[in-house]
């Protein structure tokens, strides 16, 4: 099996924004033991545009949780901008969440009653920006997705490609230093996916580093680099656009 925690060649003078070392994930004990994730080691670099793949129950949605914070790994280190996050408390994770992660997930999560504005200026509230600022940002990542004519809709009164649009701005509101993307597209129709997919390429090529589980290929292939689980474990970590078929089928 391919050494997971291989950093991608032509990223390799960059600095590590996700290391995960000998990573287990177990629930259970005993005869009802399941290692979710079993000594996964992986590095994302900064600036990386990468996606996760692999069958269902393959550890790609544990493995997320553990990268976006949202979960704890059993063992092992998760360094995230070079601290080691793995085992903080959960102030300390709700912190981090906030400041340096964004968040697109499949479902908008946008709350009914407020516009897209204030769907966006919400993570802000939490970090205690005051509301000067909070329009001026929502109002500048608004603009930023295409949605600059759109500031006082409500989701009801938005597509699904805008609504997702919505919730990417509300992602990179805080200027995150990682964006995690958890099927982002899988709502969505295939002329709103490329839609969508395109500003996740503009985000990207602005700096912003993105990994993105997803299970269709043709989303993964407009990635530069494709990690595949299997089994709870990183069977490649390397692939690139053109090697997915080949993967898929073996």
């Not at 966006?120 to 329009?135: K, T």
Request: net charge negative; proline share 4%.
């Amino acid at each position: 099996m391919e050494k997971a925690i291989t950093p991608h060649s032509s990223l390799s003078h960059k600095e590590a924004i996700i290391r995960l070392e000998r990573i287990f994930k177990v629930y259970g004990e005993g005869e009802t033991e399941v290692r979710a994730l079993n000594d996964v080691e992986l590095i994302v670099e900064q600036g990386e545009y990468c996606s996760i793949m692999g069958p269902s129950g393959s550890g790609k949605s544990t493995a997320m949780n553990i990268i976006g914070c949202l979960d704890r790994p059993t063992s092992g280190h998760y360094y995230l901008n070079n601290v080691d996050v793995a085992q903080m408390a959960d102030d300390q994770l709700a912190h981090i969440r906030n400041k340096k992660l964004g968040f697109v997930f499949q479902q908008f999560h946008l709350l009914p009653q407020l516009t897209a504005l204030e769907n966006v200026m919400l993570p802000m509230v939490y970090a205690n920006v005051n509301f000067s600022e909070r329009l001026d940002k929502a109002t500048s990542a608004l603009k930023r997705v295409g949605l600059e004519k759109r500031l006082q809709n409500k989701p009801n009164q938005l597509s699904g490609g805008q609504q997702q649009r919505v919730a990417i701005a509300r992602a990179i509101v805080n200027h995150p230093v990682l964006l995690l993307a958890d099927e982002p597209t899988g709502a969505l129709d295939s002329r709103t996916t490329q839609e969508v997919l395109n500003i996740f390429g503009e985000l990207n090529a602005s700096g912003i580093t993105v990994v993105m589980v997803t299970h269709e290929p043709d989303v993964a292939r407009q990635t530069q680099r494709i990690v595949w689980f299997r089994d709870g474990e990183v069977l490649h970590s390397n692939l690139t656009p053109d090697d997915i078929n080949q993967v898929a089928i073996s």
